[in-house]
């Protein structure tokens, strides 16, 4: 049950009042109607009389109220009318329901209206859209008895929510979308839905977000419900549903050509399809789209395949104006009793793979290759494979083409694919080194070596080789006219580099040339230069600009592309780290990696599984933060080096979230120094700052010198920050707060407010203490709540040493004083000794008592005396 609380405070308001003496409720068939009449008919309680209108109750006089008069022999209207009313009210206050009111009999409508007239009971009627409906009930409304009500279908929230509480957990945005565009928010239809696609196996489970992949099914039921509708239409208007149902939409004019204008006339005006223009275009669409669905149920094969035929050689006479003119024509010659030729098949494949559609596109490139399509057919396979983790396969169909038989440009366009597959999907980055050298040796059009050299850029930068991805990039960015593939290349590689470089300004430059040329760069590998874009605006503090980036791509809605909308989530996820959006964070990354999951090494994952192993850190989610973090690990190798520094400030947070901050900041000052060695300069500053964050005093200078020369406010913010932390300054901690929270990094302005809230209590500073602490709380809940090693302390002031603090954050963890000492690389005796002064200084007796203490909990173990 989902509720509609405005439209059943509405609806018992009208039952209860005295303006009105009840309500009808208009709405589509399904969208919920008996339902929320039925809810509120028994909140009210009392005696309820329940009627419903039929088709075959219809030519009965006062059909629907026959049984309660029981034997009645009087055919005068009046007194039949009479005796049926005394059995109605026979029970005192009554409350009468009536479903389907649009089918009562003209005896049965004229009684409720008189009932409705005289106040005799209160009433509650059902009413469904669209549909004739007998003057007394249409006077019960408009004669104001009763409050019409219209009943909208779900908005796409509540139908997240129906289907939700049907299958019992979490469902994927992606899949959200196409299934309340499909069932249009009706409430009926969604059931269906989720029941077909359970039966049909394309609604599974995939690491516990529910995804829909391949076509929405619908069950027999719901089928045999359109069905009753789809019967009643006429043959020339079922010739227009046919031939939309493979081919939505349909040029208005074609469509006419097809059919008849008589025909579309009349299909519009029964409300089974909609004109709606596009441009200067008209075209023919569903009214609902599961019509479509009915209607393919209806046709066996080779009825299909004629009628697409039929399509076929209709609109490849006409001109193809657009990359979804030339996929429609390809969809349906695909499956046609007609024949077509193969470079329809090749560029449909290319446009297919360009719109991010890439299970289309591989169906295109297989029909490409079964037509004996060469090196070119075999490419585009690959490019849909690779993608989709087939990475096997996509290896398998561009081994078995020899290098030396090949031209330049097809050895470059093999090169570039297989090279691809073998480093980010496979992560074989030594063989792709092999072939990318190879191909390189035999190539000599100075075009075609600015699109390898723009290649060796996006391999070096994966490969952690900074200054050489660089070097690559700018030498092809400084060719005039090079073409769009090189640019584009170089726009990954080099941005990356200077991204990380701490050159957000130049950064920002090669991704506005990417801008340039990305309309003819597969639509899946846009992300990839643009998650550099998205990582530099982060880096330099420019947030605001970072979430636009992030966004610019959302709203894929085709079925097949979901890969797309699961890279466009990566970017979001990250923006949302970056500003401490972690809730937010944490579902975007795993919705994700669950519509990304693939075997093989997936290198575009690792900036996904790096922010959400850092979001459920800021959590205390350590143990999931673990296991994001092992993952990263197990993928890993030389072909996603680049992001080494990055995993372990990640690693740093966890051990964080744990409570053990000595090693948290030896590996947060481990990373600055991964960092600096591979000339991550802004990587570097992230680390050092994640290190002051945890209370480390010895990183300010360091920071500083990286703040005159890496560019973006974030930095200068962090060196000032450091500075504050070193000194215990208590004002310059808050103005620290001050500017992250303006920046929009409401964790790290959390954290500089929780420091200085420390640093005022330690001066003695009691106001200021109290305004810095309930900012740190403020900010800390926007983040959704976070926890950090600064605000634990702030909020838990306790008369501890860093390194007690630490043990006695582990003994709450559970973990016993071996473990304790073996995580601290220092001796049990230690610990013991640790330990037994922070008992003393809070005034516990045992473990058991300190771990009370530390977790907020009341004592189970005795206070000293």
């Not at 029909?367 to 983790?389: I, K, N, S, T």
């Not at 890993?636 to 000595?662: D, F, M, N």
């Not at 071996?818 to 690389?825: E, G, K, N, V, Y």
Request: aromatic residues 4%; proline residues 3%; hydrophobic residues 45%.
């Amino acid at each position: 049950m989902i509720e509609r609380g405005s439209e059943l405070d509405v609806l018992r308001a009208a039952l209860t009042g005295t303006e009105f003496v009840g309500a009808v409720l208009f709405g589509d068939a399904g969208v919920g109607k008996t339902t929320l009449a039925r809810q509120a008919a028994t909140s009210l309680g009392g005696n309820i009389r329940w009627v419903a209108g039929t088709e075959s109750a219809r030519s009965i006089p006062l059909g629907v109220f026959a049984h309660m008069v029981g034997v009645y022999t009087a055919h005068d209207p009046v007194t039949f009318m009479a005796a049926a009313r005394e059995a109605l009210l026979a029970d005192g206050h009554t409350i009468i329901g009536v479903d389907d009111a649009h089918l009562l009999d003209q005896l049965s409508a004229t009684l409720l209206l008189q009932l409705a007239i005289d106040k005799a009971a209160r009433i509650v009627c059902t009413v469904r859209s669209g549909v004739t409906v007998p003057d007394a009930v249409t006077s019960l409304w408009k004669d104001g008895h009763l409050l019409r009500i219209d009943l909208s279908p779900f908005t796409e929230r509540q139908s997240v929510e129906l289907v939700e509480s049907m299958l019992g957990g979490q469902l994927e945005g992606f899949t959200a979308n196409l299934m309340w565009e499909s069932s249009g928010g009706n409430a009926l239809f969604l059931r269906h839905l989720v029941e077909g696609a359970l039966e049909a196996g394309t609604l599974r489970q995939v690491n516990g977000v529910w995804q829909l992949r391949g076509r929405a099914a619908v069950t027999s039921e719901l089928a045999a419900l359109l069905e009753d509708r789809v019967e009643q239409l006429p043959d020339e208007v079922l010739r227009v549903l046919e031939l939309l149902t493979f081919c939505e939409p349909i040029d208005l004019d074609v469509m006419a050509e097809l059919t008849g204008e008589e025909a579309v006339e009349n299909a519009e005006s029964r409300g089974v399809i909609r004109i709606v223009e596009n441009g200067h275009q008209l075209l023919v669409r569903y009214n609902h789209p599961l019509f479509g669905e009915v209607i393919r149920r209806r046709l066996g094969i080779a009825s299909a395949r004629r009628l697409r035929g039929r399509l076929y050689s209709s609109l490849k006479e006409r001109p193809v104006k657009s990359a979804s003119d030339r996929i429609r024509l390809a969809e349906l010659a695909l499956d046609s009793d007609r024949s077509a030729d193969l470079e329809l098949f090749e560029a449909a494949a290319e446009d297919a793979i360009g719109l991010a559609n890439i299970p289309l596109g591989e169906r295109f490139a297989r029909a490409a290759v079964e037509r004996r399509g060469g090196v070119e057919a075999a490419d585009l396979l690959a490019r849909a494979l690779l993608w989709q983790g087939h990475r096997i396969e996509a290896e398998r169909t561009l081994a078995s083409f020899d290098a030396d038989q090949l031209d330049e440009v097809q050895l470059a366009r093999w090169g570039s694919t297989r090279v691809a597959n073998l480093l980010w999907a496979m992560g074989d980055a030594d063989r792709a080194d092999e072939v990318l050298a190879l191909v390189r040796g035999k190539v000599r059009h100075p075009k075609i070596q600015l699109t390898l050299q723009g290649l060796a850029s996006a391999c070096a930068v994966n490969e952690n080789r900074l200054q050489d991805a660089f070097l690559d990039a700018e030498g092809v960015m400084s060719t005039p006219r090079a073409p769009a593939w090189a640019v584009w290349w170089s726009a990954f590689g080099g941005g990356l580099s200077l991204a990380l470089m701490g050159r957000g300004d130049a950064a920002r430059a090669y991704a506005a040339r990417g801008h340039e040329v990305e309309s003819e760069i597969d639509g899946l590998n846009r992300f990839m230069s643009t998650h550099a874009e998205v990582l530099a605006l982060t880096l330099t503090g420019d947030l605001p600009s970072a979430r636009l980036c992030a966004t610019a791509y959302f709203g894929y809605s085709a079925p097949g592309q979901y890969l797309a909308w699961g890279l466009s989530k990566i970017l979001q996820g990250t923006v949302d780290v970056a500003q401490g959006r972690f809730l937010d964070g944490v579902e975007n990354l795993e919705q994700a990696l669950a519509a990304l999951t693939a075997e093989g090494a997936a290198a575009w994952m690792f900036p996904a599984r790096i922010r959400l192993a850092e979001a459920y850190s800021a959590l205390g989610r350590a143990g999931e933060a673990a296991d994001s973090i092992a993952e990263a690990i197990a993928r890993g190798g030389r072909h996603s080096a680049v992001y080494e520094p990055q995993l372990e400030i990640a690693r740093a947070w966890q051990a964080a979230a744990e409570g053990t901050v000595t090693p948290a900041v030896r590996l947060a000052i481990g990373a600055a120094d991964s960092a600096a060695r591979s000339n991550q300069h802004a990587i570097e500053a992230m680390a050092l700052h994640t290190a002051a964050r945890f209370g480390d005093t010895s990183v300010a200078g360091r920071l500083a010198d990286l703040a005159a020369r890496i560019d973006g406010r974030m930095v200068q913010v962090q060196a000032r920050h450091a500075v504050a932390v070193a000194s215990h300054d208590g004002p310059g901690l808050d103005a620290a707060a001050t500017e992250f929270e303006e920046i929009g990094a409401l964790l790290s302005a959390a954290d500089a407010a929780a420091q200085a809230a420390s640093a005022h209590e330690r001066s003695g500073d009691r106001r200021r203490l109290l305004e810095s602490a309930a900012t740190a709380n403020r900010l800390a809940a926007a983040c959704g709540g976070a926890g950090t090693p600064a605000l634990r302390q702030s909020a838990q002031p306790l008369p501890l040493t860093a390194r007690e603090r630490e043990i006695a954050n582990l003994v709450a963890a559970g973990l016993s004083n071996r473990q304790i000492a073996d995580r601290l690389t220092v001796s049990v005796r230690t610990v013991e000794g640790h330990l037994y002064r922070a008992c003393i200084k809070l005034d516990v007796t045992d473990r058991e008592a300190l771990a009370d203490l530390m977790r907020g909990e009341p004592p189970s173990g005795k206070q000293r005396n």
